[in-house]
């Protein structure tokens, strides 16, 4: 091989690494930036209304408070997911659900799907789904609290 033919390699080479590093650095300045224009950190709604980092409780069922986790004590805390541990409290509505009687488990938690989201009246980055594991006792019908979607009300 001719030396113009190393160096017309060499360049093409060169060429396609300058590319692929200036679009990996494209790709980490918007998802920065997407970040930042949010308040830089993902939340989770505390109490279906407050966009908070590492918020203590989490309401899943936002009609009535019948389901919760309270007690949150975060393990880590990432753009993308989050892990914590902490006590999950489901009123049974027996007779009636002002009338029932809560009952408290052990859980572990899961925040996930971060997206951008009016919450509260102002545009954030969101976590919009909660999976729940009982490591003890597990409540009736766990199964339906594994996989939760996150709300956050948009107007309050």
């Not at 080479?13 to 590319?19: N, Q």
């Not at 590093?21 to 109490?47: C, H, M, N, Q």
């Not at 880590?76 to 809560?102: E, I």
């Not at 408290?104 to 999976?131: E, S």
């Amino acid at each position: 091989m001719s030396a113009q033919g190393v160096r017309s390699g060499v360049s093409k080479k060169v060429a396609i690494s300058v590319a692929a590093a200036l679009a990996i650095a494209i790709v980490g300045f918007a998802v920065a930036s997407a970040g930042a224009d949010y308040g830089g950190v993902t939340k989770a709604p505390k109490d279906c209304q407050f966009p908070r980092v590492k918020p203590d409780r989490i309401v899943i069922g936002c009609g009535d408070f019948g389901s919760y986790v309270d007690h949150l004590k975060w393990a880590d805390w990432g753009n993308q997911r989050a892990h914590g541990h902490g006590k999950f409290q489901l009123n049974d509505c027996k007779p009636s659900c002002a009338d029932g009687t809560v009952h408290h488990y052990a859980a572990k938690a899961r925040l996930h799907n971060p997206q951008i989201t009016r919450c509260n009246g102002r545009k954030v980055l969101l976590f919009n789904g909660m999976d729940l594991r009982f490591p003890h006792r597990k409540p009736p019908n766990a199964s339906q609290f594994h996989h939760n979607d996150l709300f956050c009300d948009p107007h309050r």
